[in-house]
Nanobody
Framework: QVQVVESGGGLVQAGGSLRLACAAS????????MGWYRQTPGKQRELVAT???????NYADSAKGRFTISRDNAKNTVYLHMNSLKPEDTAVYYC???????????????WGQGTQVTVSS
């Protein structure tokens, strides 16, 4: 069994910063990519940033220059440092971990429950 747990959301004023953290735990053979997605009511979940276990990162255009994703491979933990936050960053942020539970199965996606980020103007 695998658990993916986020922390660090909250309320912040525009221009402020927040750091999100996410840890994957349980029966993990190999954790490949980890990342952050976000969703607002009535819209599809969208990519924010991802990072592979080799350190390759990918950012949505809206996140470039303001957000930084990093991970600790030994702890299967990923972080999202968000600076210069805007009201349009308000969303529920979900952590994703693409991982294998054994060497015999292909990687699959596991999701956290989400953490609310609210940016006030």
């Amino acid at each position: 069994q695998v658990q993916v747990v986020e922390s660090g959301g909250g309320l912040v004023q525009a221009g402020g910063s927040l750091r999100l953290a996410c840890a994957a735990s349980g029966n993990i053979f190999r954790c490949n990519a980890m990342g952050w997605y976000r969703q607002t009511p009535g819209k599809q979940r969208e990519l924010v940033a991802t990072v592979t276990n080799g350190g390759t990162t990918n950012y949505a255009d809206s996140a470039k220059g303001r957000f930084t994703i990093s991970r600790d491979n030994a702890k299967n933990t990923v972080y999202l440092h968000m600076n210069s936050l805007k009201p349009e960053d308000t969303a529920v942020y979900y952590c994703n971990a693409r991982l294998q539970t054994t060497m015999w199965v292909p990687p699959r996606d596991y999701w956290g429950q989400g953490t609310q980020v609210t940016v006030s103007s």
